[in-house]
């Protein structure tokens, strides 16, 4: 599960990093990343938040992939800058998203830290 200083929870953030983050996706997952460059913000440690569609399935298949992706996030907590917003959309079920959150890491690390 991840610590509760790495959910991303607000509405009005969900919608900035969508709309205006770097974004790079995969067959089953689209990954929008945001650094906030602001200096009046205290460095916070990077957030992530999911988005998952009922077309996926029902609340408890929903919570299952969701559970699934926030324990393979553990392992990139520290990857990203502070203050970076980063929100995963899933697009289909499958059975393991291992592989492509790490890939799609790779990928918006270089994003990100190229437009830093």
Do not use: W
Request: charged residues 20%; glycine residues 4%; hydrophobic residues 40%.
């Amino acid at each position: 599960m991840l610590p509760e200083v790495n959910r991303l929870r607000s509405s009005a953030i969900f919608t900035a990093v969508t709309k205006s983050g770097h974004k790079v996706s995969s067959q089953h997952l689209v990954m929008y990343g945001l650094n906030q460059k602001d200096n009046d913000r205290v460095n916070k440690p990077a957030q992530f938040g999911l988005i998952i569609n009922r077309s996926i399935g029902g609340a408890v298949k929903r919570h299952k992939i969701a559970r699934k992706i926030r324990h393979d996030l553990i392992s990139f907590l520290n990857e990203f800058p502070t203050n970076t917003f980063i929100v995963i959309r899933v697009l289909k079920q499958s059975d393991t998203y291992t592989q492509e959150i790490s890939s799609l890491v790779l990928k918006l690390q270089n994003k990100i830290l190229v437009n830093a």
